[in-house]
């Protein structure tokens, strides 16, 4: 198993323009969730999802879109970036939402807005 | 409001020393509680989980404890190496949230020194 995998997984942007975060997992997990890791705050939901064709927001869902099409696809979309948005994004997924199931991470998009 | 809390936030120690991360939760309406380990630049990557109706887990050289009632969670690394250099985040899964998200605390950043 490939686990979690993110593509990029460094990008850099200029402010306004957009751009798609890739995350896919092969365990057949359902739930799936983006972060974001920022200094001193650490690590914040953004947006998750609890299977195909079903999605919600997390703690800071603004500027950013998601979609669940498949089971292994979780994309993240900048719309129109903002330097608020340089930050280093996580995504994570598990079997279920709730439970004591172990989530899992990817390597990380290291994303910088000029 | 869930809150995690890292105490250290650094510690540096010598080869060999046998060593305790901290972790501590404000509400002890938790599914798991879960300690990941960072590399700099890297992702996370999941050392244990540790269930609520648990007390410890064991892997290897580490042993995390759980004490629910008491909102805290111990990380034990025996026999520390240089190799054990990282930032060790420990992570709840609210019990009280149908977002299935983590929050997890600060980190404590582990040095150890050859």
């Known amino acids: 198993n490939a686990g979690v995998t993110q593509t990029p997984k460094f990008q850099v942007l200029k402010t306004g323009q957009s751009m798609t975060l890739q995350c896919a997992q092969d365990?057949?997990?359902?739930?799936m969730s983006w972060y974001r890791q920022d200094p001193g705050m650490g690590l914040r939901l953004i947006h998750y999802?609890?299977?195909?064709?079903?999605?919600d927001q997390g703690e800071v869902p603004n500027g950013y879109n998601v979609s669940r099409s498949t089971t292994e696809d979780f994309p993240l979309r900048l719309l129109s970036a903002a330097p608020s948005q340089t930050s280093v994004y996580f995504c994570?997924?598990?079997?279920?939402?709730?439970?004591?199931?172990?989530?899992?991470f990817g390597p990380g998009t290291r994303l910088t807005v000029l | 409001k869930q809150e995690v809390t890292q105490i250290p936030a650094a510690l540096s120690v010598p080869e060999g020393e046998n060593l305790v991360l901290n972790c501590s939760f404000t509400?002890?309406?938790?599914?798991?509680l879960q300690w990941f380990r960072q590399d700099p630049g890297k992702g996370l990557t999941s050392l244990l989980l540790?269930?609520?109706?648990?007390r410890e887990q064991t892997s290897g050289r580490l042993n995390a404890s759980l004490d629910k009632s008491s909102g805290r969670s111990t990380l034990y690394i025996a026999a520390s190496q240089p190799g054990d250099s990282a930032t060790y985040l420990c992570?709840?899964?609210?019990?009280?949230?149908?977002?299935?998200?983590?929050?997890f605390g600060q980190g404590t950043t582990l040095q150890v020194k050859p």
């Open positions: 994570a997924s598990s079997y279920s939402r709730q439970g004591g199931n172990e989530q899992f």
């Open positions: 365990m057949n997990h359902e739930y």
């Open positions: 999802s609890v299977g195909a064709g079903i999605t």
């Open positions: 509400d002890s309406a938790i599914y798991n």
């Open positions: 540790i269930q609520s109706s648990q």
């Open positions: 992570a709840v899964r609210d019990g009280s949230s149908n977002t299935g998200k983590l929050i």
